[in-house]
């Protein structure tokens, strides 16, 4: 076969497991199997229902490691789809189905990398590992940050990390994902007195006693960003309240709440802050916080400059660097001290109905991924 036809050959293979999160359905024994068949080690580490796997080639110097997910998210009504999502089906050079570019497409270059990279360097200096977890579109408590946990007791660090989320915007390699915002949400119950609402002496409507707290949350500047990160934003997602009855004043309202923050302010001084605005309106309320990651960034050293320089071997084209859109695993990867980008397909579809991946993208990316293998453990 070809570079396009093995690839794809992967991706497909890939596409047929309906690994709707947590589940794997096969995935990760597909990868496996292929990664032990050129000599990687491979340790299964399943968590609650999770499944994960570490798998390493090589015994000495640095490590780059390929993490990614198997599981997907569901794929909605099928009747909607043009094609069925778990049959991968090729028309007109674009390949479709669920998973296509988040991730498995990216899964099958890095097979396909590595296969090519070790049958060229058997002996290759430094190490490769893989990090795969069933359980990134989920939850994400049993899995990448599990296995980060097991590396440490194994007092195994990461060197470079390359994460294959769909990091491009317009065609393959015009972006990569240097950093990610950190990820504060809070759930905001505000009590009030519930009552008839003929009698609004009698009662105390939380809605109307938020009202005010809220324009000032949302109002605040909380920092004006940095020269890697936009602006902190806090958005409110959801408000809830009241009975159903159009006669009743509501006891309560609850209200979730996200920030999405830079590295120019931390995660205490955002709660911090918070509490000191709703305190100014003397409300009676509570706060449930809930940390989904800190924000991190890789600054232009090896991992980022290689990233740079086999995109723009492969794609004529310099990348841009940016820490936009929402959370990847990298969150979990990068306080340990590891370089982490992501690089990966085009977004455009992730998450539709009709997800999509140029089959010409495939062999190109897969040849991102040997160069910078090339560039990070061979010279």
């Not at 359905?25 to 299964?44: N, P």
């Not at 991730?103 to 097979?111: E, G, T, V």
């Not at 989320?165 to 990610?180: A, H």
Request: a negative charge; proline letters at 7%.
């Amino acid at each position: 076969m070809n570079d396009v036809e093995k690839t794809l050959a992967a991706c497909c293979d890939l596409i047929r497991m309906p690994s709707v999160t947590p589940a794997d359905a096969g995935c990760q024994d597909y990868m496996i199997q292929r990664l032990s068949s050129i000599g990687f080690e491979c340790d299964k580490l399943p968590f609650g229902n999770v499944s994960n796997f570490w798998a390493e080639r090589g015994r000495h110097g640095p490590i780059l490691v390929f993490a990614g997910h198997t599981d997907v998210v569901p794929p909605g009504p099928a009747s909607e789809w043009n094609t069925p999502p778990f049959e991968p089906t090729v028309r007109n050079g674009v390949l479709y189905g669920r998973g296509s570019a988040d991730m498995k497409s990216s899964l099958a270059a890095m097979l396909i990398a590595c296969e090519e990279f070790v049958a060229a360097h058997p002996k290759h200096p430094g190490r490769i590992g893989f990090l795969i977890t069933s359980d990134e579109e989920g939850p994400a408590v049993d899995g990448t940050v599990k296995v980060m946990k097991w590396l440490e007791q194994r007092d195994t660090p990461i060197d470079w990390c390359l994460v294959g989320e769909p990091s491009s915007s317009e065609i393959l390699g015009d972006v990569i994902k240097n950093g990610r915002r950190g990820s504060l949400g809070a759930t905001l119950t505000i009590r009030g007195v519930q009552g008839h609402i003929a009698y609004p002496q009698l009662a105390r409507n939380p809605i109307h006693d938020m009202l005010p707290a809220l324009y000032a949350l949302t109002a605040e500047v909380w920092d004006e960003g940095n020269e890697y990160f936009p602006p902190t934003s806090l958005q409110v997602s959801n408000i809830n309240a009241g009975t159903g009855a159009t006669n009743v004043i509501p006891g309560e309202i609850e209200i979730l709440i996200n920030f999405r923050f830079s590295t120019a302010v931390s995660e205490n001084d955002l709660r911090r802050r918070t509490e000191a605005i709703l305190n100014a309106h003397s409300l009676d309320y509570t706060l449930n916080w809930q940390l989904s990651g800190q924000p991190f960034l890789t600054s232009p050293a090896a991992l980022v400059e290689a990233t740079v320089d086999s995109v723009r071997e492969v794609t004529g084209q310099t990348p841009e660097l940016s820490t936009a859109g929402g959370t990847s695993d990298g969150r979990f990867i990068a306080p340990a001290g590891a370089q982490v980008v992501e690089l990966g397909p085009a977004n455009a579809t992730i998450h539709k109905l009709n997800e999509q991946v140029l089959v010409s993208d495939l062999p190109k990316l897969a040849a991102i991924y040997r160069g910078i293998m090339e560039r990070l453990l061979l010279q």
